[in-house]
């Protein structure tokens, strides 16, 4: 019974930590650019039975196994684009297509996005609401609005209404594995080893995807599923627990009948 209620014990903590992963989903299914989260369960080590005790088995014949109940092999995001929204913002800019943006942080630790909430600092920096800077582009002290071309290519209009063109282009980042990405919130996700190595690009260039001003991704995350997930781990849960109560409830009777 002990191992029984073992199982029923590890499912339990597995549909917890689910609940947690759809939670997480749904609160954030109004954050720009949110990638959703995907949680994966596997079973744990299987032990053989059979070739000693009860029942007994030819040893030519495959021996019984039985399982010990379930784990999370792993949460990963799910990197499906979300719906472009119109925003007519300037420094509002979208990703159609793969690919992130690059942005510094005042201690040099360059950090990836999708997100493109931008503003404009005083100084000609475009950064984002935690004052990363996207990496290549500063912004002429005359210029009083800028218009970024599908390509990445910043032109600027001067107090007179003029436009010019300048040397600047955003450029996107890509990786080998975009899974091995760390998450490290607000958006922001780091390169790491599992990530493989970055790759950079123009926009429309080598399979990335193009810039769109004035547009906004918004999060992944469907409604629709969440729900079905929520439905399943709530389902899951009571079937363990059920099961805990009445291993339980076996092992109460065994001793039961001890004492008798």
């Not at 949680?39 to 030519?60: A, L, S, T, Y």
């Amino acid at each position: 019974m002990l191992a029984v209620i073992q199982t029923g014990r590890s499912a339990l903590i597995a549909q917890q930590t689910k609940m947690s992963v759809i939670g997480n989903n749904i609160a954030n299914i109004n954050t720009t650019a949110f990638k959703r989260d995907r949680i994966n369960f596997c079973d744990i080590v299987r032990q053989e039975i059979g070739h000693k005790g009860v029942p007994v088995i030819p040893e030519n014949k495959k021996p019984v196994e039985v399982g010990h109940g379930v784990k999370v092999a792993s949460i990963n995001k799910v990197f499906e684009q979300g719906v472009l929204k119109k925003t007519d913002r300037t420094f509002d800019l979208a990703i159609d297509g793969e690919g992130f943006f690059a942005l510094e942080s005042g201690e040099g630790q360059v950090f990836y996005t999708r997100e493109g909430a931008f503003f404009m600092t005083k100084d000609g920096y475009i950064v984002n609401s935690s004052g990363f800077k996207l990496l290549g582009i500063k912004i002429p002290p005359d210029a009083v609005d800028i218009i970024v071309e599908s390509d990445g290519k910043v032109k600027v209009i001067d107090e007179n209404g003029e436009v010019k063109h300048i040397d600047k282009q955003i450029a996107l980042y890509r990786f080998e594995n975009i899974s091995g990405l760390k998450a490290v919130g607000s958006n922001l996700f780091l390169a790491s080893d599992v990530a493989g190595a970055v790759k950079k690009a123009n926009p429309g260039e080598q399979g990335f995807g193009l810039i769109k001003q004035g547009y906004l991704e918004m999060s992944n995350v469907d409604l629709a599923i969440e729900m079905v997930n929520m439905i399943e781990a709530q389902r899951a849960y009571a079937f363990n627990s059920r099961l805990v109560s009445t291993a339980d409830e076996i092992w109460r009777l065994t001793n039961d009948m001890k004492r008798s």
